[in-house]
């Protein structure tokens, strides 16, 4: 086996030399592969494989991974399905992965030609014989074995082994993938989130197959100088998948797809992969940063996802299947958020290929969606066909969003049974159980010191402490109460905190930089004690001829920081842009990690329009963006990430500037972060503006819902993650 492979490998070893483009500039340049990889004769190719069924570790969302990269290479980057092949299951065993890999990539890849490899499920990491103390990281097939003392042998796949195939291609334009963790942290579950690492003391040792093959694949005279891998974090960390309602995935594969869903062809794909890491970070914390692995960093990196969609719009999802002669379709909506796609029953979708042809979603099953046809296609055969794209046009979503808390199954039955009770006297707030979807969890706060659990009048006794969590299990600031509380003491007392992070929760589902037609932007830029642009942020189907301004020398070196840092103390301010053809109107609120709501810029502020073609900032001060150090926002703790969200509507904020004056009808200073009393006011004020600005566009397309109805074409909202450090 080992020597044909060697042989076949030796002849499909044809590269290109490495040319000496460093990975940033790549990152910043990689549009130039898209010449090459246009060519009709570039073939594109794909090996996709997940494992859920393993032996002793179950996963649940690798095989959906799998199935939303098909989808995203089918409808998004126009792979042939022919030249997808999957393995799922039973079917991913370590030899057939291998042979799989010879004979569908390196048996047909040319150069020029586009090779995607991805691995979903568990990993692990495994030592040599002749050097027991260097532990290698490892991939964990379907046909895991219990290693034995009499024989330490296991199946596992060499991360090395893989590295080796992929530099064996013979293209360039060449990638892996890996949605995986080697370590076990000891225990299967982080919160809400399953740990994807064998859950089990490395013990290990590589078969003398695999490591046949791997020398094999060493001696190729025509192998690259390097693999390039996305990884979903670093080699010690954790990587996760989560339930949502009605599906199981990979927290880094799905935040990938659905950022390169709306993609395109002019996006950076360092932009594409810092959102993805982003959205990554913003559920895990720490625990979890993808990552970019380039070994060679003389070398050009390999394919630039965003070159391949050509001239393929920016989109949601994608017709699968026409029914019903033509009168329902089935949808594939990979590239909504999972907020979103929770609440989109009812809204409209348009078909980018078929002028006035618009889809009212019906139901949907996990990221599958059954729409009915309102308006046929605007061309001569008046049918929809499968693999056109998919928008949206008009999202709905109901009013009585609620907030979900689980319950940490640390917490004693009593505790349960109390929190249950207390959580249902509270409006739109319901308690689960700990593993299910959910958006933030209630238990007991860890104690630190025996001192601080000890209560006075009863020496030895260790009281609890509740407060909430991160589906991480990550305590969110400010939450954990004092010793000795009850249950139902607790959920009351944190009712505020349960409130405000309901308010941000509500905010968040109106970020539409994926869909929103308006044409405006922001940028972020701090003015002390360096003055320097932070993120920058535009819809990036509104299709406008600017270009945004280019990012710092500084920010350029970071790119393997996903989310920007921001000294605390640091002066912020933003610079936003009307490219549109009529006023827009603007509120700016931050969400903290702590969960509080805050409006920002001065009182009066969100009345004025922008006018057209206009810029401003915020605050202004006076001062000019990106000149001076004019007074900004100051950045108070506490430590964490924080979010904050530009909202821009064709009509003024009426019913948001209402809500917020009449809980703080005391503040007058012109430079204010105002802390929201009652932020969930607030927030479901912001989506009743966007509601009412949205009505014409909603009689336009003539549905009628008693839900709130928003037109991407009327508003924006753009969201800046960042870490307060």
Known sequence: MGLKRREFLQQAG????????????????????????????????????????????????????????RELLIYRFGFAPSDILTLTDAQATRDNIETAFVTHLSGQAKPGDVVVFHFSGCGSRVSLAESPGIMQNSLVPADDVLPLLANRAVNDILEETLLLLVRSLATENAIAILDTSYTYPGSRK??????????????????????????????????????????????????????????????????????LWWATPASSFSVSFSRAAGTVEQMTGLSQEPQIRHHDLTAPLAVNFSSLMLNSPASDGAVTAVEEGGKTVQLWLGGLSPGVLECCAGSVFAVD????????????????????????????????????????????????????????????RIERVDATS?????????????????DCRFGRVPETSLAETVSPHEPGLIQSRYGLFSLAQI?????????????????????PQLKALQAG????????????????RAVLATLAPQARTVAQREPVRAGGDYRLEPLS????????????????????????????????YFAVFCTDSAGRLSVLGAEGEMSRAIAPGENLTVP????????????????????????????????????????????????????SIRVLLNPLNVARAVLEDLHAASIPGVQKVGISTDDLALDVNVWATLSFVYRVV
Not at 40 to 56: F, I, N
Not at 632 to 637: E, H, K, P, R, T
């Open 190 to 259: 982080n919160g809400n989130f399953r740990i994807r690492s064998r859950p089990r003391p490395t013990i290990g040792e590589p078969s003398l197959a695999e490591l046949t093959f791997a020398e094999g694949l060493k001696s190729s005279p025509n192998l690259r100088p390097a693999a390039v891998v996305l990884a979903a974090g670093a080699n010690s960390q954790l990587a996760a998948e989560q339930e949502w309602n009605g599906f199981t995935a990979g927290l880094f594969t799905y935040a990938l797809t659905q950022t």
């Open 353 to 412: 290929s078929s002028a006035g042809a618009r889809l009212l979603l019906r139901g949907r099953t996990g990221l599958s969606a059954k729409a009915q046809v309102l308006d046929k296609p605007d061309r001569t055969d008046g049918q929809l066909t499968a693999g056109e794209l998919v928008r949206e046009e008009i999202r709905v979503l109901p009013r009585n969003i609620g907030l979900t808390v689980a319950l940490d199954s640390g917490l004693e």
């Open 553 to 584: 020398g500084e920010s350029e070196k970071s790119v393997g920081d996903y989310i920007p840092s921001v000294e605390k103390g640091s002066s912020l301010q933003y610079g936003l842009y009307n490219d549109s053809d009529r006023p827009v």
């Open 422 to 438: 207390a959580f249902s006297t509270l409006p739109q707030l319901a308690a689960v159980g700990s593993e299910q979807p959910a």
């Open 505 to 520: 929760k509500l905010l968040r589902l109106t970020v539409n930089e994926g869909s929103s037609r308006l044409k405006v």
């Open 475 to 495: 305590l969110i600031p400010d939450t954990q109460g004092d010793g000795g509380e009850a249950v139902k003491v607790a959920v009351q007392r944190l009712t």
């Open 620 to 671: 202004a001060a006076g001062a000019i963006l990106f000149e001076g150090f004019a007074n900004g926002w100051a950045v108070s703790g506490p430590i964490g990430l924080a979010e904050i969200m530009v909202i821009f509507s064709e009509n003024p904020f009426a019913q948001t500037l209402a809500a917020i004056e009449a809980e703080m009808p005391q503040t007058r200073d012109a430079q």
């Open 14 to 69: 044809r590269v290109l030399a490495a040319i000496g483009i460093s990975e940033t500039l790549w990152l910043r340049l990689g549009d130039r592969y898209l010449e090459a990889l246009a060519q009709p004769t570039a073939r594109k190719l794909a090996l996709l494989v997940g494992v859920d069924k393993y032996p002793d570790s179950p996963l649940h969302g690798c095989v959906t991974d799998v199935e939303l990269q």
